[in-house]
């Protein structure tokens, strides 16, 4: 692997020939299977991942065994890219949701190359800033809208990191991103099927309409796909414009 070309995750793709190429002899291809769990809260993080493929939730776990997402991380961003600031544990739990295929590269030579590289450093700046607007956006709809209207919006979120519009989710797995009870979701999605919003069966798929689960959805995902885009389209070009590469 020496250069970026072809490469499905929108951070490393960026990144000049140069830079890249200090990442490269380090990289090795991984599947993420359904359900999979890529790190656990508390554990050392040993490797930085970057999915080209598929969908990963970050899960808080709560001390009386509740658990909720703060975000979902796929193709244009990162897991575990803040250990370069030093060896940290892990501050969530990351579980496959529609599974894929990634790049991972040990976290100490990760910071080596961060190190090195401004072109690097800039991604990771862009990346946290694209986090930020995630974790900001969360918060106010968890706090302000209703449950049907989150629950929305977590689907239409997931469904933009993958290829088609079934997302293989379990009510088990919704209670556990929403943060609710599980005949909380079975109610959700009783009214989302009446509304021609989602399709679902007893294997654990989900087919989404587009269109009306938008309708049912609260303005933060709009709000938030809009503003991750203009962080990604205003500073990638800056990392070849201003020389950064070296």
């Not at 000049?16 to 656990?40: H, K, M, N, W, Y």
């Not at 370069?84 to 739990?93: H, R």
């Amino acid at each position: 692997m020496t250069n970026a070309g072809g490469i499905g995750n929108r951070l490393l793709a960026t990144l000049p020939p140069e830079d890249f190429d200090l990442l490269a002899p380090g990289l090795e291809t991984v599947a993420l299977d359904q359900d999979a769990i890529v790190s656990r809260a508390g554990e050392q993080i040993d490797h930085v991942l970057f999915p080209e493929s598929g969908a990963i939730s970050l899960m808080l776990d709560m001390a009386n065994g509740q658990t909720v997402a703060t975000a979902v991380v796929g193709r244009e961003e990162a897991i575990g890219i803040l250990s370069v600031l030093g060896p940290l544990p892990s501050p969530n739990t990351s579980i496959v949701r529609a599974a894929g295929a990634g790049l991972r590269i040990p976290a100490a030579r990760f910071r080596i190359a961060f190190d090195r590289s401004p072109a690097i450093r800039h991604v990771v700046q862009i990346y946290i800033r694209a986090m930020m607007v995630q974790f900001q956006h969360g918060v106010a709809c968890n706090a302000l809208h209703p449950v049907e209207a989150r629950m929305a919006r977590w689907l239409l979120h997931l469904r933009d990191h993958v290829d088609h519009d079934v997302l293989p989710l379990t009510q088990e797995a919704l209670s556990q991103i929403l943060g609710v009870r599980r005949t909380t979701v079975t109610l959700l999605m009783r009214n989302l099927r009446a509304s021609g919003a989602i399709r679902s069966d007893r294997r654990g798929q989900i087919e989404i309409d587009r269109s009306r689960l938008t309708a049912v959805a609260c303005e933060c995902h709009r709000n938030m796909r809009r503003e991750v885009e203009e962080i990604f389209s205003l500073d990638m070009p800056s990392i070849t414009r201003f020389g950064f590469g070296g």
